[in-house]
Structure formats: C-alpha cells, structure tokens
C-alpha cells in the first residue's frame, strides 16, 4: 500500500509539471515532457519544435526553470534537456494545440482540421483521426470526428504505433476540445490489406 500511494502520489507530481510546462512554454511548441529518476537526480527532457525559447539567450531560461521545478514541486536535483520535435505534423500534441490555437483566432473548424488531416498525411503519417467537441458555431455541443489513412483503436498497435494529443480553445461561445491520433507506423496487417488489393487489381487488369 505504501509503494501504492508512492506511485500515485508521484503520478500526480508529473501530471502537474506537465501542465505547468505546457503553459509556460505554449509559444514554443510544446509536446510533452518526460521524466526519469536517476541515483544522481531527476532528469526532465521537455519537447518542443521551438527549443530556443524553452532554453532562452546563452541558457539562461534552463537555469531559471530548473531552480523554480525545483522549489515548486520538489524534485532532488532537477536536470532539465531540451529536445527538438522535427517533424511537428506527426505530433500529436502540437497539431491539437495548433487547431485550437487557429480555432481562437476564429477559423472554420471544419478548414482548420482538413488542412491538419492533409498536412498531417503528407509528412508521412499511416493515418490521422481528429475529434472536436463543443459548441461550433451554433447554440448546442456537437461532437464530430475527422479521419484520413488507416488507424488502430485497439490492441498493440493503437499502444505503441498511435500517438495520441488534446488541447483545448477557450472561444466566446464555450470550450471546444480537439484529440488527435496519429499513427505513425505501418500495422502488419494494413501492409497485407494493401499487397492483397495491388494483387486483385493485378489479376483483374490480366483477366
């Protein structure tokens, strides 16, 4: 029971400094935030597409945000890396955080997630799904769902090949929140599906 509470009481703490992060650095980019416990301290490795404003001139932001994770939430020895997202549109996070941001600027839902489902594809992704939710331009909440490519929802695959983002936009009319799933990998099966159908379209072009 004690290691129990530990790890929940733990949980919680990185649930808070990603959220703490996710704010401070939403200009930047912000993916997301891993932690590891080392026996010399606690590493924390933050993504961005923009690392330079994470860092700051010469480092000095780094230095400034690891004495305040250190003094808010009370890691030993705080180690703060950041890390570059290269490829933006396969990340899940920063292209829901970028359809909310065009949403508050008052762009049409439906072209902001067309551009993203397009986008998003193009760089290489098996599939993209994008789900929005609120109010959309008239008086009662809608839910409506968004999907190009091929993605899995369950199994294996959906843990360890599909990446999953939320965000929030804070409009005049309510909240409207956006999750996007993006599967960057070829399902064994998929592969098989698409062999077997360039197959049937061989024979039937010889019939």
Do not use: C, W
Not at 63 to 75: N, R
Request: zero cysteines.
């Amino acid at each position: 029971m004690v290691i129990e509470r530990l790890f929940i009481k733990e949980g919680i703490k990185e649930s808070q400094v990603e959220k703490f992060l996710s704010q401070r650095f939403e200009k930047a980019g912000y993916s997301h935030t891993l932690i590891h416990r080392t026996p010399l301290g606690t590493r924390i490795i933050v993504y961005a597409n923009k690392p330079g404003l994470v860092i700051g001139r010469s480092g000095r932001r780094i230095k400034e945000l690891t004495d305040e994770i250190k003094e808010k939430f009370g890691f030993e020895n705080p180690m703060v890396d950041v890390r570059e997202v290269e490829q933006p549109f396969l990340d899940a996070n920063i292209v829901a955080g970028r359809i909310t941001k065009a949403l508050e600027k008052g762009v049409n839902y439906k072209k902001v997630v067309n551009y993203y489902l397009e986008s998003v594809m193009q760089a290489g992704a098996t599939g993209i799904q994008i789900k929005v939710g609120g109010k959309l331009g008239g008086e009662k909440s809608r839910f409506q769902k968004f999907k190009q490519g091929y993605i899995k929802h369950s199994g294996g695959y959906s843990e360890t090949m599909v990446e999953k983002g939320q965000a929030q936009a804070m409009l005049r009319q309510g909240i409207v929140g956006v999750e996007v799933k993006i599967m960057k990998g070829s399902a064994k099966e998929f592969i098989l599906k698409k062999e077997n159908e360039k197959k049937d379209e061989t024979i039937e072009a010889q019939g």
